[in-house]
């Protein structure tokens, strides 16, 4: 399996609305990121867990709250949103924080906030 | 401050032709150069990539260039084929590892016609 699987494929919120997006790898890997990408835009960082723990927080609104239940799952957690937040929102994974590899990204998740 | 900078922004090649995308980086940190290819509604895929050590890398029909002293690294795409039509990114990351951070181009939209 060197797939990082993200649910939903697409989302529709209003800007009261809870709701999250889910990543998933069975790679083994120990890193794993959060990126939004707005259209025509490159991606950008948003969170890093390694080893299940935050190690970087990209001065992201805390409407956004990412969570790492276990080395194999990532979650976003969505709250009070803007239309603004509308973007593609991309999981990736390696190996290990601190190792020379590159980045396995998901296919995303595309988010409209109404 | 763009770290990174990718041209041109959009580009049209008819099959079986050369494409040849730029890119310039100013931090010396850097130490891996990865290219990414992404297709509309789809995550970005590592395609190839290079380390300042050599001076070019080749898989299959994408070679990456790479001159450490002038900063600048490119990719081309031999024998471009219509589903080589995608947004390409470079990007570039330091060393190490503790603080792994991607930087990313802008992306270039190429479009290879039949």
Redesign the interface.
């Known amino acids: 399996d060197t797939e990082?699987t993200?649910t939903p494929k697409h989302l529709v919120m209003g800007m009261t609305n809870k709701k999250s997006l889910k990543c998933e790898q069975h790679m083994g890997h120990r890193?794993m990121y959060w990126y939004k990408q707005k259209a025509?835009?490159?991606?950008e960082?948003m969170f890093?867990y390694s080893y299940e723990k935050l190690s970087?927080n990209e001065s992201v609104p805390s409407r956004f709250s990412p969570e790492c239940p276990n080395s194999s799952l990532l979650n976003l957690h969505l709250h009070a949103l803007q239309p603004e937040d509308s973007a593609?929102y991309?999981c990736?994974s390696?190996p290990?924080?601190?190792?020379?590899t590159?980045?396995?990204?998901?296919?995303?998740t595309?988010l409209t906030v109404v | 401050q763009q770290q990174v900078k990718q041209s041109p922004q959009s580009l049209i090649v008819q099959k079986g032709g050369i494409s040849i995308i730029n890119c310039a980086y100013e931090n010396t940190a850097f130490d891996?150069f990865?290219w990414?290819q992404q297709f509309p509604?789809?995550?970005?895929?590592?395609l190839i990539?290079i380390r300042p050590d050599v001076s070019e890398k080749k898989e299959g029909r994408f070679t990456i260039s790479f001159n450490k002293s002038a900063k600048q690294f490119s990719l081309h795409i031999m024998d471009s084929q219509p589903g080589d039509s995608a947004?390409y990114?470079c990007?570039a990351r330091p060393?190490?590892?503790?603080?792994?951070?991607?930087t990313?181009?802008?992306?270039t939209?190429l479009t290879v016609n039949p």
Do not use: C, D, W
């Open positions: 990082v993200q890193a025509k835009k490159p991606p960082l890093v970087i593609l991309l990736a390696r290990g924080h601190r190792m020379n590159e980045a396995f990204f998901g296919q995303g595309r | 891996y990865p990414y509604g789809k995550g970005p895929a590592l990539a947004t990114f990007a060393g190490g590892g503790s603080n792994y951070k991607l990313f181009g802008k992306g939209l």
